[in-house]
């Protein structure tokens, strides 16, 4: 690069100077921070836009391209054709680790609203010790495991590791909170066997293992929620 000073650009701020066309060249390279020197045969194209024929040091978040800008093309996009959104696929990409976790999650859930439908019939109409359990319990443990698996997945998939944390990103945090909510109602299932299974057999399980355990599993479904509302109205983040 020679004698030019070597000089940075964000892409956001890359984005905002190609769309101010109407600044002087050397206000440009002031503000943009913009090598300074650019090549005569481009003299004409910098005249219709400051930035053409510029070396531009681009930074991105681990990387620093250098390149020359040699032309800006606009993008028209029409609204009425862009890709909308796939709503059903009987050809999920299993094969990407967020496709497969969120089936795994889908038909868990499924799964899950079976003892939810039939808790309160079967407890109303006095259903037997077995039926109970089966239905009621353990199908609502069953799905958990896989929630929590899924879970320990994305939490890996958010810190790009398996084992160390990534304190920067809203994405671990919404994986751990909801990994947690995940073992709550996993524990809130499993602890209430004991109780189902002899009505005078440890009544402080179902009290404060089962019940709290859904408790504190809801509020931290809840912390997950919030944050994945807050990353996803920040998409530039």
């Given amino acids: 690069e020679g004698a030019a000073r070597e000089k940075l650009i964000s892409v956001d701020i890359m984005n905002e100077a190609i769309a101010s066309t109407t600044t002087s060249s050397s206000n440009k390279k002031e503000d943009l921070h913009l090598d300074e020197e650019a ?46 959104y ?28 079976i003892p939810m439908l039939l808790g309160y019939p079967f407890a109303q109409r006095g259903a037997s010790v077995g039926t109970t359990v089966f239905f009621v319990d353990i199908l609502q443990v069953i799905p958990y495991i896989c929630f929590a698996a899924t879970g320990h997945v994305y939490i890996a998939e958010a810190a790009g590791s ?39 057999c440890c009544p402080n399980i179902a009290r404060w293992g089962s019940a709290f355990a859904c408790f504190w599993g809801s509020c931290s479904y809840l912390v997950g929620g919030f944050l994945q509302f807050v990353e996803f109205s920040n998409p530039d983040q």
């Fill in 39 to 84: 090549p005569d045969d481009h003299e004409s194209a910098t005249d219709r836009n400051p930035l053409i024929a510029m070396k531009l040091n681009i930074r991105s978040e681990k990387y620093i391209v250098r390149t020359r800008l040699e032309g800006i093309t606009k993008i028209h996009t029409d609204a009425s054709k862009r890709q909308s």
């Fill in 162 to 200: 398996w084992w160390k944390p990534r304190l920067d990103s809203i994405g671990y945090y919404i994986a751990v909170f909801n990994t947690i909510g995940a073992y709550g109602f996993l524990l809130c299932g499993a602890l209430a066997i004991p109780p189902t299974v002899g009505a005078t």
């Fill in 86 to 113: 796939i709503w059903w696929t009987w050809q999920p990409a299993l094969n990407h680790v967020g496709v497969l976790c969120a089936f795994i999650g889908f038909i868990s859930a499924i799964v899950y609203l």
